[in-house]
Every structure is written in C-alpha cells, then in structure tokens.
C-alpha cells in the first residue's frame, strides 16, 4: 500500500456534496490572529464575524468532543470531553514525545496535548466531517497538528513511529480486536506506550460479551470483554506491560443531547427502567483506562 496515493485518494473526499460546501464556508471566513486558551474549555478570542462563526460552526453539527467556544459561538458537544481527558492528565508527559491521537474526532484532545509541547502531534481519523471540524477550530488556533485521514490499519506503514499512542473509545467498534491492538504495537517504537479506554463488562473469567445486533443502540459494537479477557488480548498483540489506570462508568454528565447534535444519546440507549442495563438488555456501558507498554530490547 502506497500511503501518497491513499492521502491523495482521501483527499477526494472533501469534495463529498454533503463537505464541500462545509469547506467552503471555512475558505471564506477571515484570516484573523486569536488567543486561544486550552482548559476544559477550548477558548478562543479576537474572531471578527461572530455570525458567520456561529453559522459556519452550525453547519459542522454534530458536534461529537468538546466543548469549544469560538468568540461569542459556545459549541456544547455531546461529549465533555474534560472529563475523560481530566481524568487521563495525570497518567502522561508528552514533553519532546512524538504523539498519536487515534480516532481523534475533531481534536479536542490533541488541542489540549500542546500544553506538554510534544515533539510531534499527528491525528488519525477517516471521517471528512471530523477532520473538516477540525481544520474550523485550527483556522482560528493555527496549530502544527497533523491531521490524517487514516485508520489505525495505517499505523504499521505509516512515516513516524510514536512514543505514545492514544486510543479512546476504538477498540470496540473493530470486529477483530487482537489485529487492531497489533497496529498499535507496530505504530510504536522500539519503547513506547498506548493509553487505550474500550467498554468491559464485570467478571473474573477471561470472557467477553458479543452482542447480537447493537450494544447501547450502536450497532458497530463487536466484543466487550472482561478486563482479564482485554489483558490477554493485549499479550497476545506483543505488549510487555498492561496496567488498569482507572474505570468509570458513562454517566448524563458526560454524555447527553444539546442543541449541537442530532438525534439521540446516552438517554436514549439506556433502560427507561434500569440504567444499569442498555435498551438491549446488557450491562450499561463501563469503560476501562488502561496503559500498554512497548519495551523491545
């Protein structure tokens, strides 16, 4: 596989009926210079036309991470996506690190990951919708991060080896886990270290659940594993090390509906009568943050 040739086929993408409009509407806005702050909050101050902001962000919807505000425009995604991130801070320095954001959405993680002055910031994410959000923000912050319209199938032929990858919320929707883990191991170099969070399901046996048709109403949810069925996995992909950082369980405050999305979430994909269990009947979503470590000698 020629990785210039698939950028160039990937970049036909953007001129989609339902994106190139979208590409448009961020080619006329103005060239402004803006302060931009990264806190819970993606800031940015000093826009000029806060309607053809508010329009333009408008015209992005939905709004999965975040949240963002751009002048007077709040953009109140679907995720807090400060929780998650929040709740990873303390278990990484990206200092000098060359780094990967795998599934980066529209990188809200990635603007935050420049507080630690990586070396290197590289998104990956196939979605022309996403990386169109993200070139929305970046118009403003002007940032060096990468943004590349790949897959984590990608990572192993790619033109860097990473010191650290990020995976968040990925591993699930892969229907073989065990391969997707083994990109990640090869995107690394000869040291270096995943921060990966997936769904699990409680239990000491080293066992994972397969929905029949969707999970949560997703209906790209393949294996949902025990933490100890995660650990095998995670050996068998080549890792030398696997340590549990946190679980948490997806709560309204995290994941809800605004006025920045469209259709459903979190409440709609739960029990009305039981959310500890999803509309299907499985456990509610629990999620696992976990630290796999490459140290070839």
């Known amino acids: 596989m020629n990785l210039e040739e698939l950028r160039q086929e990937r970049q036909k993408w953007m001129q989609w009926k339902n994106i190139a409009p979208l590409r448009k509407a961020i080619e006329s806005l ?28 408008k015209m992005l919807m939905p709004w999965r991470k975040g949240p963002f505000q751009i ?37 809200y993680y990635m603007f935050r ?22 070139d929305f923000i970046n118009h403003f912050v002007k940032s060096d991060i990468m943004y590349e319209l790949l897959g984590v199938e990608h990572l192993p032929i790619y033109d860097e080896k990473f010191d650290m990858i990020f995976c968040l919320g990925v591993l699930y929707h ?13 995107g690394l170099d000869k040291k270096g270290e995943v921060i990966l969070d997936t769904f699990y ?24 594993p025990t933490i100890k069925a995660l650990k095998n996995w995670c050996l068998r992909a080549g890792f030398d090390g696997f340590k549990v950082l946190r679980t948490s ?18 409440e709609d994909f739960l029990d009305p009568d039981d959310n500890t269990k999803t509309v299907e009947g499985y456990p509610a979503p629990q999620r696992v943050y976990v630290k796999l470590i490459k140290d070839k000698k």
């Open 249 to 266: 369980v997806t709560d309204a405050d995290e994941q809800r509906k605004t006025e920045w999305i469209e259709g459903q979430s979190l």
């Open 30 to 57: 103005e060239a402004v210079t803006c302060n931009a702050t990264f806190g819970d909050v993606v800031k940015i101050s000093g826009v000029c036309d806060e309607k053809k902001v508010y329009e333009t962000a």
């Open 201 to 224: 399901i409680d239990g000491d046996e080293e066992m994972a659940l397969c929905p029949e048709f969707s999970y949560s109403k997703i209906p790209n949810i393949y294996f949902v």
């Open 113 to 134: 990951m420049q507080e630690d002055e990586p070396k290197l910031l590289v998104g990956f994410d196939p979605s022309p919708l996403y990386k169109t959000q993200f």
């Open 174 to 186: 892969r229907s073989d886990p065990v391969a997707m883990l083994k990109s990640l191991y090869k």
């Open 71 to 107: 002048g007077e425009t709040f953009i109140d995604s679907e995720w807090k996506s400060n929780i998650k991130y929040n709740l990873l801070r303390p278990y990484f320095n990206l200092k000098n690190k060359r780094v990967a954001d795998i599934g980066c959405n529209n990188g």
